[in-house]
């Protein structure tokens, strides 16, 4: 018969990997909620794209002259938002495509992991049980305890990182337009700016979608401190929202004052897993202390 340390040890490994597979199946059930939603997007895109480049091919069929000029340009505006709203619904999507299939992979090489850890408890059970110890108990719910502890850290660890991440994806982009407050998409130099502005929202979109995937393997009566659903209802809004806003009037304005309170909202989650993060280590520790005092004490 193997040593406890020995059992323990593996066991550790096993509920590692257990909970990893449990965090990646409710990410897998975010993201193919937000793949839904983008697939829908990027087929209204390409409807839209064809709607303005059909008109703009019949302005273009020699019938300028009964457009006033000012029309014209406004339909050369629209065929270039157009385009770039497909382009960048185009490039959501097949970004999360490859994020799901990463999750998807790697959730399969955890397959088995089940009927391992089964196994594994039931021979510390039998060590236990011939070991004799009246600590049994105690030390059998220590180590659930311990084990709903760990995967807490982990899992609040992992989200504070993407929070971070997505605090400082927003502040380039609230950079970004502060420095272009003034852009024209259809002035001359105007697709540059736009190509800047996509680039600083894709960044900010998907690490906004990478924390709210992070969260989703969390809920309100572990972490009660932090409002997850007010986060994951704010964040779809902005995740929908929020590029298209760009071209209207004043977009960019509208736009810098989104941020400015996502941003909030970020720190505001950050701050509550923060202090879940502490209380969850304190718990771990003092889990820890007791179990060594039990089997000195054996």
């Known amino acids: 018969m193997r040593e406890l340390s020995q059992i323990d040890g593996e066991l550790r490994q096993v509920r590692r990997d257990l909970d990893r597979a449990g965090k990646l199946d409710a990410m897998l059930s975010d993201l193919g909620r937000q793949h839904q939603y983008l697939r829908r997007a990027a087929a209204e895109a390409f409807a839209a794209l064809n709607r303005a480049e059909e008109k703009e091919a019949f302005l273009a ?13 406004r339909d050369k505006r629209e065929v270039a938002q157009a385009r770039a709203r497909y382009e960048e619904a185009e490039w959501d999507l097949q970004d999360l495509e490859d994020r799901l299939w ?19 408890l039931k021979e510390k059970e039998q060590y236990l049980c011939c070991m004799g110890s009246s600590q049994v108990p105690r030390l059998v719910e220590i180590a659930r305890e311990m084990g709903t502890a760990e995967r807490l850290v982990r899992e609040v660890e992992e989200a504070l990182s993407s929070a971070e991440q997505a605090r400082g994806q927003l502040g380039e982009m609230a950079s970004a337009l502060e420095q272009a407050k003034t852009w024209g ?11 800047k502005a996509q680039a600083c929202a894709r960044d900010a979109r998907n690490a906004l979608s990478c924390l709210r995937a992070e969260l989703a393997v969390l809920t309100p009566r572990e972490v009660p401190g932090v409002d997850l659903e007010g986060f994951s209802a704010f964040a779809e809004y902005f995740l929908d929202g ?8 004043d977009g960019a304005e509208r736009v810098g004052k989104e941020i400015q309170n996502t941003l909030c909202e970020v720190d505001t989650l950050a701050d509550g897993l923060r202090r879940e993060l502490e209380e969850q280590t304190q718990t771990r520790t003092a889990l820890a202390n007791e179990r060594e005092a039990l089997l000195a004490g054996t």
């Not at 999750?103 to 850890?117: D, F, H, M, P, T």
């Not at 998409?185 to 190509?195: E, F, H, S």
């Open 242 to 249: 929020l590029f298209t806003d760009l071209f209207e009037p």
């Open 102 to 120: 990463a999750v998807k992979e790697e959730r399969a090489g955890l397959q088995e992991q089940e009927s391992r850890y089964q196994a594994l």
């Open 61 to 73: 069929s020699g019938r300028e002259a009964e457009h006033p000029a000012g029309q014209l340009r």
């Open 185 to 195: 998409w259809d002035m001359p130099g105007g697709y540059a700016n736009l190509a």
